[in-house]
């Protein structure tokens, strides 16, 4: 357990109206990541922060936005969404033992946008 | 684009049957990771792969690393039914920040 927790579990929200998701981890692990889950495309990365107030885009970045002010907590910023938002989103936190490449995932957040 | 490539997709079986799932790639990888994802919950890490031709065993499963370090292989012996779950490969390169993650490979086994 790598103490992440994500809220809100689940949220519905209207095309259009901006979204916060919060990532929150207990470990003072430096790299923190997002990702959505869709069937067929496995993860991918939207945005990750390898510091406070260091961050960069993903392979899908465009429509959001993060930042990351305390190590603890990582927030994903949906603008203005959209239904081609509604997806599954986790985020995770690099090891700091191990296998530096291994990541740790939070339960996730199921966001539909109507 | 670097791709991770999993087969089958789908993979449905019967308690006590043998399975392998492939993780193949045009890419090397400095290491690679197996993850096991079951439904509402997030990818639990299983094992990290990092010289070519290893091969890890973790109770009934065994990893393999390929000798190339671009694919490596996932195979289950005598299936239960709680093996039933989402198997995600995963690739990361030396000095990167980032992960790639492929599609997946969703096992059913039955009872």
């Known amino acids: 357990d790598a103490g992440i927790t994500q809220s809100p579990r689940h949220k519905v929200t209207e095309t259009g109206t901006p979204v916060t998701l919060r990532c929150h981890q207990t470990e003072n692990h430096r790299y923190m990541y997002w990702y959505r889950q869709d069937p067929g495309h496995g993860l991918r990365l939207i945005h990750y922060s390898y510091g406070v107030k260091d961050t960069d885009k993903g392979e899908v970045s465009d429509g959001y936005s993060v930042s990351r002010s305390k190590t603890e907590d990582f927030l994903l910023t949906l603008e203005s969404a959209t239904s081609s938002q509604t997806s599954v989103y986790f985020c995770?936190?690099?090891?700091?033992?191990?296998?530096?490449?291994?990541?740790?995932f939070g339960p996730g957040t199921r966001l539909t946008v109507t | 684009t670097q791709l991770l490539e999993q087969s089958p997709q789908f993979l449905s079986i019967q308690e006590g049957e043998n399975l392998t799932v492939y993780c193949n790639s045009s890419?090397?990888?400095?290491?690679l990771q197996w993850y096991r994802q079951e439904p509402g919950e997030g990818p639990v890490l299983l094992v990290t792969?990092?010289?070519?031709?290893e091969v890890k065993k973790l109770k009934r499963l065994t990893f393999q690393f390929g000798d190339a370090r671009k694919d490596s292989s996932l195979h289950i012996t005598a299936a239960q039914t709680g093996d039933t779950g989402l198997y995600l490969c995963?690739?990361?390169?030396?000095?990167?920040?980032?992960?790639?993650f492929g599609a997946g490979t969703r096992l059913f086994v039955k009872a």
């Open positions: 995770a936190i690099r090891s700091s033992s191990g296998y530096e490449d291994e990541q740790y």
């Open positions: 792969v990092v010289t070519g031709g």
């Open positions: 995963a690739g990361a390169h030396t000095g990167g920040f980032k992960t790639i």
């Open positions: 890419s090397v990888f400095s290491s």
